[in-house]
């Protein structure tokens, strides 16, 4: 009889745990203990963004492969990994809606908080992956005006629909950070939002960053709020995570412990990503189809009802969205426990993407069930 192969994963992977017994030796190890002794003999890792996988825990072990249950690689030595013919592989668009759906009630509890009209404001989507462009359909259903910004599509897909980030950075309201960390080279986005970045802008500005925290300079940002260059800034990723600079917290108006993603729903994407490819790699019989077969459900219903009478269509959007994920709770329980960063990720609760919601709108017109439908929803007629 064949020996099973070894895998080491990280214990905060959810709908993971039975699912691989069946064909592998498993152990769940939270991401502190996944060490080079830990895993010298295992033949493959299932890990998040908090275990660094390079030299120093990679170096004279046996694992041949690697899966990230996460959109982001920048903890993956690529070229490491290459160079000892590591295979790894990571989960692009897994929390992408996510995301999006997070963007979403940030920009309207802001709207409400502010009373501003989305109809008059301008969004800079800085990356055009698959979060910036759920991001940019997101903003064009809301009514805003879209500029997008990606050199690496604009070398490919030619300039036709994107823009340089100084023309961006003068012509929007808000300006949304969705690019991969990338420390050098062309394409370099660590402190693409610089001290320099800051300077450029001749207008008051609102700036959001759900990227990775080392996209924006803190200290730069410290200075823009201060200096009311930025005026409103929403936070969810932050440099030196989880030891983050309190005196930022004090002056956002949203921040969170890097949750944007952190729906059910992309969760179970970024793990049935990483099984169906492990079970290809190593040919377990897993079905390609894969996924976990119950998905919890949040404390709120699933039908929704909604009076839309003497309300304008931004009011009840901003009801709908609200009511099914208000990130102002996220907010106010980080500044409650700052201290608690990774036990918030870890422990988050139950939130689900716009698809899983069925709403009724009471008084409506064609319009806003079209404003419903492309935003995800499931519309009641």
Known sequence: MNKKIKIVA???IPFLQGVLEPYTDIIYLPPKEITREKIIDADALLVRTRTACNANLLEGTNVKFIA????????????????????????????????????????????CKEKYNLHEMTIGVVGVGNVGSKV??????????????DPPRERKEGNGKFISLNELIDR???????????????????????????????????????SRGEVVSTSALKNAIKNKIIVKSVIDVWENEPNIDRELLNLVDITTPHIAGYSADGKANGTAICVREIGSFFGLGISKEWYPTSVPVPGNHKELIFECKGKTSQEIVSEVILATYDVSRDDETFRKSVDTF????????????????????????????????????????
């Open 10 to 12: 990280d214990s905060k």
């Open 68 to 111: 990230t249950a996460t959109i982001g690689y920048d903890h993956i030595d690529v070229a490491f990994c290459n160079s000892k013919n590591i295979k790894w592989i990571n989960a692009p668009g897994c929390n992408s809606s996510s995301v999006m759906q997070y963007i979403a009630s940030a920009l309207l509890t802001l709207a």
């Open 136 to 149: 940019a359909r997101l903003s064009k259903t809301l009514g805003m005006n879209v500029l997008l910004n």
């Open 172 to 210: 929007s309201n808000i300006i949304t950070f969705h690019v991969p960390l990338i420390k050098e080279g062309l394409d370099k986005t660590y402190h693409l939002a610089d001290d320099l970045f800051f300077e450029k802008l001749k207008e008051k500005k609102m700036l959001f960053n759900t």
């Open 342 to 381: 990774e036990k918030q990720r870890g422990d988050y609760p139950v939130r689900r993407e716009f698809p899983f919601y069925q709403i009724k709108l009471l008084n409506s017109n064609q319009e806003l069930n079209m404003t419903m439908t492309d935003l995800g929803f499931n519309l009641i007629i």
